[in-house]
């Protein structure tokens, strides 16, 4: 399998992996099975290259940067404001992101008087390249909370949205939570990927015993349905119908599972242009205001979807 493939079938994380990696996939699953899963395992532990150089170029908006040892990584947090006399927002990005891709959040939230913590997860932005999946994701989220103290809101995209709703069970204290694009299921996520790999079943399967072994917990239990309902905080969701990497159908769950929780639904932007989004942005602010935006979802055995 050649590494160049390798390295670039990760933009495609989510979609569909050129033809020469799907059949490296496809053979090897056939003949050298247990060597496959862990080659995808690292794979899907691996975030793009270019999380790093785009978070080197990224203007940082004269932030404060400093590095927090969490466990064997540094990572880089940027700060902005005072913390002391001003409500904190903490932004955590997606997969293959970085912290600094924020900007207009936190121009706009400075503008209101915000001050705003980001950070790049290991593997991702100013940091050392390291494999990362959604359990390292959380863990470095709560790290950061227990650095930095509590927050007045947070904002989170994709996985990194996944990570502050599971951080915010184990710890991370966030009175109000905007979550954009957010993850719901980490076995869909991987099902997803094997898809787009070519990855059997059964490798699958396979590939997520050891990611579980390795971590020590299960992938299911970071699913929304088993967090949300114990998350008590007023939450948005803003979700786009297109959506092509995390369909819209989770943000819808989380929604549904979260008692303070309102669903936003745009319709266009994709996964990726809703997070600077202009509209986004100003409903995302204007809830951590205290605004009350979106829909309620509700669910029962009488209406199984619906909105109040």
Do not use: C
């Not at 400093?66 to 902005?80: P, S, T």
């Not at 891709?101 to 400075?110: C, G, K, M, T, Y």
Request: proline share 5%; charged share 20%; hydrophobic share 45%.
């Amino acid at each position: 399998m050649a590494e160049a493939a390798v390295k670039n079938s990760t933009v495609v994380r989510q979609n569909r992996a050129p033809w020469r990696l799907r059949a490296a996939f496809r053979l090897g699953a056939a003949i050298a099975p247990q060597a496959t899963s862990r080659r995808a395992l690292d794979l899907f532990s691996t975030p793009m290259r270019s999380s790093r150089t785009r978070a080197e170029a990224a203007p940082t908006l004269d932030a404060r940067l400093d590095r927090l040892r969490i466990g064997k990584h540094r990572i880089a947090l940027y700060h902005w404001g005072d913390h002391e006399r001003e409500p904190v927002i903490l932004i955590s990005h997606g997969w293959s992101s970085f912290g600094l891709r924020f900007s207009p959040w936190v121009s706009a939230l400075r503008a209101q008087g915000f001050a705003v913590v980001a950070f790049d997860q290991p593997g991702h932005g100013r940091n050392e390249a390291s494999r990362v999946t959604l359990l390292s994701f959380v863990d470095t989220a709560v790290a950061v909370g227990r650095h930095v103290g509590a927050f007045a809101g947070a904002v989170g995209h994709s996985l990194g949205g996944a990570a502050i709703a599971a951080g915010m069970s184990e710890g991370l204290l966030v009175k109000r939570a905007v979550l954009i694009a957010p993850a719901a299921d980490a076995v869909a996520a991987s099902r997803r990927f094997s898809r787009a790999i070519a990855l059997p079943e059964h490798r699958r399967t396979a590939m997520q015993a050891q990611l579980e072994r390795d971590s020590g917990r299960s992938m299911d239990s970071f699913s929304v349905q088993h967090i949300a309902p114990r998350l008590s905080q007023p939450a948005l969701i803003i979700h786009d119908l297109i959506d092509s990497d995390v369909p819209w159908e989770e943000g819808e769950r989380y929604a549904r599972f979260w008692p303070d929780a309102r669903l936003l639904t745009t319709n266009g932007l994709g996964h990726h242009r809703i997070v600077n989004d202009p509209s986004v942005v100003a409903a995302g602010i204007g809830f951590l205001r205290g605004e009350v935006l979106g829909s309620r979802v509700v669910s029962t055995q009488q209406l199984v979807y619906g909105l109040a």
